[in-house]
T-cell receptor, first 115, second 111 residues
Framework: DAGVIQSPRHEVTEMGQEVTLRCKPI?????LFWYRQTMMRGLELLIY????????DSGMPEDRFSAKMPNASFSTLKIQPSEPRDSAVYFC?????????????FGPGTRLTVL | KQEVTQIPAALSVPEGENLVLNCSFT??????LQWFRQDPGKGLTSLLL?????REQTSGRLNASLDKSSGRSTLYIAASQPGDSATYLC??????????FGGGTRLMVKP
């Protein structure tokens, strides 16, 4: 398996622009997670999907952030409008959850820079 | 709210040393605990997962222990090598399969 695939790997944009990050989870996995990593706050969970349904989005920082999972093989995280404080590395992870016992597999991340 | 702390934040050792990385958490009602490795500019790689009912897990030169009642886990690395240099992250799964991460320990193993 190719593992979790994220695109783009790097994104540089200007404040106010819309940014869309993409993730393809490992085939057969039923759970998908979006995380954000910054030097100041470390790794934080943004949102968690199970069987394509958002289960917990309490980590989404504000209404400018939205995430969708239209099918089992694709998810997007959108920021509109983007701000410089959104600059971070965004990771997608997937797992085959069985009662909270399974390992999460991480993608390589998207490094976002908002100027 | 679960809080996860890792000590030390950074560690530098000569090659061949055995070393211990520490992780502590405030809420002991956990499902499992995972140790990850992160290389610079890369994603996370899972090293070991310990279920709440287990006390330790081993993989090669790595051994992770879990003491749920005291809210502690340790990652033991035997005979360290320069290739072990990376950031090691501890993550706790409390409920709903959502992980809370520690700040990580940045390890440098010198040849």
């Amino acid at each position: 398996d190719a593992g979790v695939i994220q695109s783009p790997r790097h994104e540089v944009t200007e404040m106010g622009q819309e940014v869309t990050l993409r993730c393809k989870p490992i085939s057969g996995h039923n759970s998908l997670f979006w995380y954000r990593q910054t030097m100041m706050r470390g790794l934080e969970l943004l949102i968690y999907f199970n069987n394509n349904v958002p289960i917990d989005d309490s980590g989404m920082p504000e209404d400018r952030f939205s995430a969708k999972m239209p099918n089992a093989s694709f998810s997007t995280l959108k920021i509109q409008p983007s701000e410089p404080r959104d600059s971070a590395v965004y990771f997608c992870a997937s797992s085959n959850e069985r009662g909270g016992t399974d390992t999460q597999y991480f993608g390589p991340g998207t490094r976002l820079t908002v100027l | 709210k679960q809080e996860v702390t890792q000590i030390p934040a950074a560690l530098s050792v000569p090659e061949g040393e055995n070393l211990v990385l520490n992780c502590s958490f405030t809420d002991s009602a956990i499902y499992n605990l995972q140790w990850f490795r992160q290389d610079p500019g890369k994603g996370l790689t899972s090293l070991l997962l310990i279920q709440s009912s287990q006390r330790e897990q081993t993989s090669g030169r790595l051994n992770a222990s879990l003491d749920k009642s005291s809210g502690r886990s340790t990652l033991y690395i035997a005979a360290s090598q320069p290739g072990d240099s990376a950031t090691y992250l501890c993550a706790v799964n409390n409920a709903g399969n959502m992980l809370t991460f520690g700040g990580g320990t940045r390890l440098m193993v010198k040849p």
